[in-house]
């Protein structure tokens, strides 16, 4: 009986895991880090920059307004993940839609009081970001371009915090902003790609569903093209040390995944795509480690002593 109940409880953790997207979460908390001391905060020592904890409060409140966010997201796609996500719905329902929903209320009310103790600016900046989750997930999301837009911006919204908090507005910090997004939005006009089965069960206006595929390519096309001109001043214009490599490397990727997009013609072919954009945005993360290499050198020193 003890070991019914505890499988029960470590799969309806699993569960809450899997709807929350821990792994993305993790991810994103590195990255946050590894921009604070690279590109928001450069001229600050590494380590004062770990253990400032004003900045380890806004990145674990947002964590949880993520958190939340994955919450209410999971909670209005269920229909529509039940066809394109049926392995990992399953697992999403063994945790009830009452329990997520308290779960998500209690993620946003911590997070909002844990910024409020870093001041009043950040309380209503989170209390914003949580509200714009919501809205995205409840109506933006359903018509198309806009919901792809808006879900771009609202994944690099937390790094908005973290840029206020340190007050170095450099040009090349929305250069590095504009590539991000774009390489998001791609990403998301992709996906929509590989979920219109569920989009049009559910009456969901994604571009795709709306105009077709053929569109939907040509505006992943010109969003490609578009990378090239921050890719091109970060690494002209801006010193970026040895993330020009990635950069690079890059775009001849985008060019091969649009190269192809150009040819595939079903769900499968989008998902593959879908998750080689992924994997390139996450090599992008580390890749800002190779700003400066010698952060890690004397780190790995300091360690040593």
């Known amino acids: 009986m003890i070991k019914r109940k505890t499988k029960h409880l470590l799969l309806k953790l699993l ?17 946050q880090y590894l921009a604070s001391i690279y590109i928001f905060a450069p001229e600050k020592r590494a380590l004062a920059v770990l253990m400032d ?18 919450i209410i997201n999971n909670f209005y796609d269920s229909e529509k993940d039940l066809i394109n996500k049926p ?3 399953f697992l999403d ?8 929903l308290k779960v998500y209320f209690a993620l946003n009310f911590s997070a909002v009081l844990l910024s409020f103790v870093v001041s009043i600016h950040a309380a209503l900046f989170f209390s914003a970001f949580i509200f714009l989750l919501w809205f995205y997930s409840h109506k933006l999301k359903k018509y198309p371009i806009i919901g792809n837009i808006v879900a771009s911006f609202l994944a690099v919204f937390p790094f908005f915090g973290i840029l206020m908090y340190f007050k170095n507005f450099y040009t090349a910090i929305f250069v590095h902003g504009i590539l991000v997004v774009l390489l998001i939005l791609i990403r998301e006009m992709v996906k929509d790609l590989s979920t219109m089965a569920g989009d049009m069960a559910v009456q969901y206006h994604t571009l795709p569903v709306i105009y077709g595929t053929a569109i939907s390519k040509r505006v992943i096309y010109l969003l490609s093209a578009l990378t090239v001109v921050p890719i091109y001043l970060l690494t002209s214009v801006y010193d970026v040390g040895y993330m020009d490599v990635y950069l690079y490397a890059a775009l001849m990727v985008l060019l091969l995944i649009n190269l192809k997009l150009w040819k595939s013609d079903s769900i499968a072919a989008y998902s593959r795509l879908h998750l080689l954009l992924k994997i390139l945005i996450l090599v992008g993360v580390f890749s800002i480690l190779m700003i400066d290499p010698n952060i890690i050198i004397h780190g790995a020193r300091l360690f040593k002593l």
Request: proline share 0%; net charge positive; hydrophobic share 55%.
């Open 53 to 70: 904890w004003r900045l380890f409060l806004i990145v674990f409140s947002s964590t949880l307004a993520i958190a939340g966010g994955y």
């Open 93 to 100: 329902r063994l945790v009830s839609q009452g329990f997520k």
């Open 87 to 89: 392995s990992k719905s």
């Open 15 to 31: 569960s809450l895991f899997s709807v929350v997207r821990g792994y993305n979460i993790f991810v994103i908390v590195i990255a």
